[in-house]
């Protein structure tokens, strides 16, 4: 398996979701998906998607992830 995945149906696919949501998670203004769009190709790294993943996940929860609040806690 490749370390990234290439047109909206491949990152939809990999993510489980529709490419629409796909394509509004990458526009959005607080922490979107980590897309690279060059011309009409786009790609999404595993390394950053995993990350992405694991901040949204943290902010659900409501888990500080800020170095500066860990240290105080």
């Known amino acids: 398996m490749s370390n990234f995945v ?24 607080g922490d ?4 690279f769009k060059v011309g009409g190709i786009v790609r999404l790294n595993q390394g950053d998607l995993e990350e992405w993943l694991l ?13 500066v609040l860990q240290l105080i806690a």
Do not use: H, N
């Open 6 to 29: 290439e047109t909206w149906k491949g990152i939809a696919t990999a993510l489980g979701r529709s490419e629409r949501w796909c394509r509004y998670m990458a526009r959005r203004a």
């Open 32 to 35: 979107p998906l980590p897309v």
């Open 55 to 67: 901040r949204q996940r943290d902010r659900s929860f409501g888990i500080v992830s800020s170095p």
